[in-house]
């Protein structure tokens, strides 16, 4: 079973920085983290679960709109690791970011693919 956590959250002020980390374990035998196509999400109160960003097994990433410019999305697969650098952060950024991993090797922004998640982690914006 792969277990998530992630790291990194905070309360920041806007236009300030935050780098999100999410280490994962307990992979599947044979398969490495980088046969995972992972995401980012975040949920703010009453608010649907979104997609931040995408990044499949090669490395090919997505960012949503509402981000792009501002986010960026990698992964250290030497170290079982996913990031997010979230730049310029705004108000409505401030939400519960969840780390995700999919079975599958390509990326989706939809939450039906990831079979996986962490618990996620608290990022609070001040204005």
């Known amino acids: 079973q792969v277990s998530l956590v992630e790291s990194g959250g905070g309360l920041v002020q806007a236009g300030g920085s935050l780098r999100l980390s999410c280490a994962a374990s307990?992979?599947?035998?044979?398969?490495?983290?980088?046969?995972?196509?992972m995401a980012w999400f975040r949920q703010a109160p009453g608010k649907v679960r979104e997609c931040v960003g995408t990044?499949?097994?090669?490395?090919?990433?997505s960012i949503s709109d509402s981000v792009k410019a501002r986010f960026t999305i990698s992964r250290d697969n030497s170290k079982n690791t996913l990031y997010l650098g979230m730049n310029n952060l705004k108000p409505d950024d401030a939400a519960v970011y969840y780390c995700?991993?999919?079975?599958?090797?390509?990326?989706?922004?939809?939450?039906?693919?990831?079979?996986?998640w962490g618990q996620g982690t608290q990022v609070t914006v001040s204005s």
């Open positions: 995700a991993a999919s079975n599958y090797r390509t990326a989706d922004y939809r939450t039906g693919q990831y079979a996986y």
């Open positions: 307990g992979l599947a035998s044979g398969r490495t983290f980088g046969g995972y196509a």
């Open positions: 990044i499949d097994w090669i490395g090919s990433t």
